[in-house]
């Protein structure tokens, strides 16, 4: 990632910030957009074979988009925020980490009496009101027209706020990298936060993400939500299977369908750290008081990271 400090810089940073506020993100943050301009995503998990290829894809479509830290890190502060350091591991693909931002997860249940594994792509879900999106203090976080939600590594702190209200935990830091460095230099501290960015350049350019056009069996179809939702209705009224997505946090555009309860996935698959879980989730931009907080905090925050960018351009 270019770590070049312009004015332009700055005014997108301030842009950002002052839009977290002032352009009504967090005062209507308890309202769900209007979603007749959103893209949604079906996974079809029947159809999935776990070849990765789609994982594969995403890798290579996103090169550039990973971070390059300046190592040895400086002196972490606070002393308490732990160094997560990726940049030794770039090669995992079986968890998130800010190298991967997709992979394939398994889960072994028994279907009519047959022991059967699934296989599940797994990245961020794009909800329709994202929490990482309207919470984030520096408006390094944003969602577009479409619905698809994306973290600006030229302003993002890393101070992972977008990860604590994520129901599934999906944005995963790297340290050493990003704005942190620029506005205190003998410091290490956050970092930058990495997730799925539904490959806005492709949909931007007419194109479809790098994971669907890669897969062999067809098993992401992408389209607006409304027909996305029938779709994957029409598909679990056929198969008697359930669908995953839909209310999920308020709804999300990425929905799941399959042909057993989620519940069962969910309890046999590996969850935990970079691996999320497939449980009901509760809307948590319904919560008053996560709101209450961050209309305090954002605009202060956001006009500080963008000072900081400034300062640097004239430094220079
Ligand atoms: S799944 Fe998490 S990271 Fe993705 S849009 Fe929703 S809150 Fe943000
Ligand atoms: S949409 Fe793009 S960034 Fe997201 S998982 Fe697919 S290939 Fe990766
Ligand atoms: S490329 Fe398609 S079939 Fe292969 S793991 Fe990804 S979603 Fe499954």
Redo the contacts with the bound molecule.
């Keep these: 990632m270019s770590r070049s400090i312009t004015r332009r810089a700055f005014l997108k940073g301030s842009a950002a910030a002052a839009g977290t506020l002032a352009s009504g993100n967090i005062a209507n943050a308890a309202v769900a957009p209007h979603t007749g301009s959103h893209l949604a995503t079906l996974i079809d998990i029947r159809k999935c074979i776990g070849c990765e290829a789609c994982v594969e894809a995403c890798r290579d479509a996103n090169t550039n988009k990973f971070p390059d830290p300046k190592k040895p890190f400086p002196e972490m502060v606070p002393s308490r925020v732990p160094v997560e350091d990726w940049s030794d591991k770039k090669e995992i693909r079986h968890r998130l980490t800010p190298y991967n931002w997709l992979f394939i997860q398994h889960a072994v249940v028994e279907v009519n009496g047959e022991e059967t594994e699934f296989t599940l792509p797994r990245r961020?879900?794009?909800?329709v009101n994202?929490?990482?999106?309207k919470l984030c203090p520096w408006g390094a976080?944003r969602q577009e027209r479409n619905g698809l939600?994306r973290i600006d590594a030229e302003i993002c702190l890393g101070g992972s706020k977008?990860k604590k209200?994520?129901?599934?935990d999906?944005?995963q830091r790297q340290t050493g990298t990003g704005l942190y460095l620029d506005l205190l230099p003998s410091f290490a501290g956050n970092g930058v936060m990495y997730?799925c960015d539904r490959c806005h350049e492709r949909l931007r350019d007419g194109g479809v993400p790098a994971c669907i056009e890669a897969c062999p069996e067809g098993v992401q179809t992408i389209g607006p939500r409304n027909e996305i939702i029938e779709k994957a209705h029409a598909i679990a009224d056929e198969i008697n299977g359930y669908v995953y997505g839909e209310n999920e946090?308020g709804g999300?555009n990425t929905l799941y369908v399959s042909p057993v309860p989620f519940e069962t996935l969910n309890a046999a698959m590996e969850k935990g750290k970079g691996k999320p879980h497939l449980e009901s989730v509760k809307d948590r931009m319904a919560d008053a008081n996560h709101l209450a907080a961050a209309m305090l905090i954002a605009p202060i925050a956001g006009i500080a990271a963008a000072a900081g960018k400034f300062y640097k351009s004239v430094k220079r």
């Design positions: 961020c879900m794009h909800c994202p929490p990482c999106v976080a939600s977008c209200v994520c129901p599934w999906i944005p997730k946090n999300t």
